[in-house]
DNA sequence: ACCTGAACACCGTTCAAGT
DNA sequence: ACCTGAACACCGTTCAAGT
């Protein structure tokens, strides 16, 4: 609350929207609460911003930023490059749980635009073709948003997944290869989303 | 608007409710146009239903029921079986194009368990070992999920389709290597998924 | 057991009005 | 150019009351 004194601006809309969907979440956000937060009227914000939509499409591209480290450019290995892209790119969107289940309902902004650039040049570099790159790149695009809006609204306190165990092993005899498969129970999303990935991109460019 | 002189029930809100949601999207569910396609009072549903989040959770779980084709219960080829099941639960929730981005919002219904347990079997049946099943499972669930919100959400209008278009051929020098992928512009969905999920599943077990 | 209307505590957004 | 409060047209849900 050390915004009350300042004037209102997009950027510190822009911050300060980030800020409330960490504390509150998608459904915690509310026009008069983010103008609260600003220390302005309550009506004012739609002098800069249009509406609530554009409020969130703010948001989520600012998430969306890819900070590059300047030093990688180019490594030898394209398929490492394509997994630090990705896993970078999943991350991002972990830390603001609330931006996954975003990102494919809006139209593409221009941070995310960019990552996407990036692959398709990393896609492209590594040989697969023109006429194979759309799929790739959509495929690539599926698994991680599939990945990361799974694991940001699954991503169960330790009493639910209690209570989750619980259920399915009352149910065990309705869906025994499912509980077989420690479906929910395994806690390694980061190493599984590793694994799968590597699958995919097996798949994709078989290795020698 | 045939239901007016009915008693209220479970089945009655679920049929309406489904219907309602495919004439008036997710944003287009309210509780009290809800009650009027039923012909009961505006707060006769609370009865029934204890809020607005249960009424969700019933319409995705009815939309997700496996209709299986009693005939076919294991062809020769699991790779085909895999495929076929992926494919139906993709048709069943393009088919209401709220329900995918509902489905990892919730807690899993007893009809996607179903489904999930049938796609463990064939998965366990085709010779994927019970460590490995979960990366397996995830990595497919990771891949329909995205691929599904993606599409239901990102299937444009003809006008939609010709703007974003104008707006990345605009942009066309920042994002080179995405415009020569005609990442928006390639319509065939279909195609692209089943390409997808066949470099997914090389991966997952490579043929032979 | 099942349904109802009135009422409460909210929302997003418009608009005329202020500086 | 930038901000504001009052007001409008909604919401989900509670609750006492009806049959």
């Known amino acids: 609350m050390d915004h009350e004194d300042r004037q209102l601006s997009l950027e510190r809309i822009v911050v300060t929207v980030v800020e409330l969907l960490h504390a509150e979440g998608v459904d915690g956000l509310k026009m008069r609460r983010l103008a609260d937060r600003l220390g302005a009227g309550a009506m004012s914000l739609y002098w ?3 509406n609530k939509e554009a409020v969130f499409d703010l ?6 930023e890819y900070r590059a480290p300047p030093g990688i450019v180019a490594s030898e290995d394209w398929r490492e490059d394509i997994v630090h892209i990705l896993e970078d790119w999943r991350a991002g969107m972990l830390r603001h749980p609330w931006s996954a289940s975003l990102l494919p309902r809006r139209a593409l902004g221009p941070n995310i635009l960019s990552r996407l650039e990036l692959l398709s040049k990393t896609l492209s570099g590594a040989g697969v073709t023109d006429a194979d790159l759309n799929v790739a790149i959509w495929s690539l695009w ?3 948003i599939g990945a990361t809006i799974t694991r940001a609204n699954f991503d169960l306190s330790d009493d639910d997944r209690a209570a989750a165990q619980q259920r399915l092993t009352g149910l065990s005899q309705h869906y025994p290869t499912i509980e ?3 479906l929910l129970l395994d806690n390694d999303w980061d190493g599984a989303f590793r694994k799968g990935l590597d699958f995919l991109l097996d798949g994709l460019a078989p290795r020698p």
């Open 180 to 182: 077989r498969s420690r």
């Open 59 to 64: 948001a989520l591209d600012s998430v969306l």
């Open 142 to 144: 599926n698994y991680v």
């Open 48 to 50: 800069h911003v249009g």
